[in-house]
């Protein structure tokens, strides 16, 4: 600590020395030189009086009683503070009487170091503080770290080290031997680190320790990005077009970035809004962990994006994983919308309320399967409703007896899941199929005929097998799809089924590529939230409103997609699943969904019966339909009463009974 050379100086200092005063011995009459600066007729001289008081406060503070013995059974705290130029620090202990000193540091800043924006410097302080010191800090169970600034708490503490801007990362890689708990501290009660921090001894500069902990730091780095699985002539070709790219070669030569993006040249502006994150390694421009793109690179790469044609979504996490350039999310969206393959095979616009499916306890719990035909051959395909995992199966021919194969071919690899959901289809509803779903102890559960998004996992399954078996390479559109990020998990199939990513064709770092666990309970949350957004979207952008529902007894229509007009007469008989109604029909007893469900009007005196069109060949099992009902129809009942009215979906609205004439 150098001597104060004005009286705010001195204030500070002297803040400190009071701070830690209770330690130290007649301690009014060694600052009586220091405090008859302060006073109002005096005028500042700092002569040998004073610099002999100064030098004996600061042995006082350096030795004992101020200074503490190290124990690493008490309570730690490490304070640490950045000043425009400086960096302080001071080891605490906590005592019967409070905290107590144990280490004091300080030093100035590089020239190089005064450049970097105010949370680097913070950050730079804290980690600085830590390996300072490290002889006490190392094999702790956990200690306090104290700073005044406080976007550097979730740096420290919960977020993701490689969300943080690169140089807090590099810095914040070498805390990861150590266990801090950062907490926020006003800087006004940090006396002892912000006096260390604006009155360092000049001409310290880095330790050798820590520069070879930066050595080390940078070696590691580049290690990692050494080994990207890519080509050597992938890499050269990026190294090669990246130095002839006009923006990315002026982004290279600055060693410092311009304050303002008026002052950058004209053709790194697009990169000023992400320059804390940019380094460069071996000639490659980095931004995080994804590898800059240079211009005549950026078509080529793109296609590889859209590998699988998935949507806008789906191609932006691939990208995200490890490429970057401008715009990049822009030009992701300009790709997919002028993809032939992608717009030819748009869904279907649909009208009915969306009910969102939980989401299981565990991959392979509940899976969905279907039949699909593509170019005269048939498929299974089984989608797991947790991980979005997708399995496809060509089948020679459609009997339950090979569809139970391929079913078991498939729970062999993954296990049995204790509940199947299927169409109405004769395979799934045969009596060798439900023996073998007792033989395997699983619940099997249909959906309503003709309404397949009631198994919406597995006729999405469809939509994306039939993509993929369009394509050329069919096997690497699944890899593609297995091990793309879902957008709103935040994670792919592969790693949700099997806690690892898949390695593809996209550049991407080994670290990446090593085993995780998933959290359950975020998992859920961002599945809930997702679908909930999903839901809202859906229902808000058709204008959907959801059915009344139906009650045993009551007269309805029968129509499904496709066919014309409200034809086929029926009465509910009950309700078997939500929006899912067993109705007696001329010709037999069905099931179908609200939506194909309409209420049948009350007819007048003068209508005759519908009449009873020709019979459909889904009737349930077991069920002898009923003979046609009589022609006539019993007046009396269905007659509305003069002011009573019928809506549109056949509702009698009734003039309440205290308007009625008395």
């Known amino acids: 600590m150098v001597e104060p050379t004005n009286v705010t100086e001195l204030k500070r200092y002297l803040g400190m020395v009071n701070y830690l005063g209770r330690y130290l011995p007649n301690l009014s009459s ?35 009683p101020t200074l503490a013995f190290f124990d690493p059974a008490k309570p730690t705290t490490v304070s640490a503070d950045a000043s425009s130029y400086g960096l302080g620090a001071v080891l605490l202990q906590e005592h019967e009487e409070g905290l107590r000193p144990v280490a004091f540091c300080s030093r100035t800043l590089t020239e190089a170091e005064e450049r970097y924006a105010q949370i680097e410097k913070e950050c730079l302080a804290t980690v600085w503080a830590c390996e300072k010191f490290e002889r006490y800090l190392v094999g702790l169970e956990t200690f306090v770290l104290c700073t005044d600034h406080k976007p550097l708490i979730p740096l420290i503490n919960t977020k993701d080290l490689t969300d943080t801007p690169l140089r807090c990362q590099r810095m914040l890689m070498r805390l990861m031997r150590f266990k801090p708990e950062a907490r926020y501290n006003p ?43 890519m080509s050597d002539r992938r890499l050269e070709q990026i190294r090669a077009d990246t130095l002839k790219d006009v923006n990315l070669k002026t982004a290279l030569e600055y060693t410092g970035w311009p304050r303002y993006k008026e002052d950058v040249k004209l053709a790194a502006r697009d990169l000023f809004a992400v320059r804390g994150e940019l380094t460069v390694n071996n000639g490659l421009l980095i931004k995080g962990d994804r590898i800059v793109i240079p211009f005549s690179m950026r078509k ?62 565990r991959p392979f719990q509940k899976v969905g399967t279907d039949l699909m035909e593509l170019n005269g051959q048939n498929y299974l395909v089984v989608m797991d409703y947790y991980s979005r995992y997708l399995d496809v199966a ?72 039939k993509r993929i078996l369009c394509q050329d390479d069919i096997f690497l559109g699944l890899l593609v799809y297995r091990s793309t990020p879902i957008p709103a998990l935040g994670a792919s199939p592969a790693e949700l089924a099997f806690g690892r990513r898949l390695r593809n064709t996209l550049p991407c770092l080994p670290e990446n590529l090593k085993p995780k666990n998933i ?44 066919e014309k007009g409200w034809k086929l007469p029926a009465e509910v008989r009950e309700q078997c699943a939500p929006r899912s109604y067993i109705v007696r029909t001329p010709t037999g007893d069905r099931r179908r969904n609200r ?35 009589d022609s006539s129809v019993d007046t009396e009942d269905s007659t509305p009463t003069p002011g009573d009215y019928v809506t549109r979906s056949g509702r009698t609205v009734k003039k309440p009974a205290r308007f009625e004439e008395q």
């Open 519 to 562: 959290n359950r309970d975020e998992l859920q949350q961002r599945d809930e939230a997702a679908k909930r957004r999903q839901k809202q979207i859906f229902d808000r952008h058709h204008g959907v409103q959801s059915l009344s529902p139906l009650q045993p007894g009551d007269q309805v229509f029968v129509k499904c997609d496709g």
């Open 595 to 629: 939506k194909h469900l309409r209420l049948r009007p009350v007819a007048p005196a003068s209508r005759e019966a519908d009449p009873v069109p020709e019979a459909v060949p889904d009737t349930v099992p077991g069920v002898d339909p009923d003979p046609p009902p």
């Open 300 to 361: 080529d790469i793109l296609e590889h994006i859209h590998d699988g044609h998935q949507g806008v979504n789906k191609c932006r996490e691939r990208a995200n994983q490890c490429v970057w350039w401008p715009r990049i999310s822009k030009d992701i969206q300009d790709r997919v919308a002028k993809c032939n393959f992608c717009t030819e095979r748009l869904p279907t616009q649909r009208s009915e309320p969306l009910i969102p499916s939980a989401l299981p306890e």
């Open 30 to 64: 060694v600052l009586r030189p220091l405090n008859q600066l302060l006073t109002k007729e005096s005028v500042w001289s700092w002569g040998p009086e004073q610099a002999e008081a100064f030098a004996k406060v600061k042995r006082l503070l350096t030795t004992a």
């Open 187 to 229: 800087g006004k009660e940090m006396f002892v680190a912000d006096t260390l921090s604006r009155s360092p001894l000049t001409g310290g500069k880095t330790s050798l320790r820590q520069e070879e902990l930066q050595n080390d730091v940078e070696a590691y780095v580049d290690t990692v990005a050494s080994s990207w699985p």
């Open 394 to 465: 060509y089948l020679p021919d459609t009997t339950s007896r090979t569809v139970i194969l391929k079913l078991k071919n498939i729970f062999a690899r993954h296990g049995i899941p204790e509940t199947l959901v299927s169409d109405n289809g004769t395979q799934f509803t045969s009596a060798e199929f439900q023996a073998f779903s007792r033989d395997w102890c699983f619940k099997h559960v249909t959906s309503s005929p003709h309404y397949p998004q009631a198994n919406g996992e597995a006729e999405s399954a469809v939509k994306i097998a």
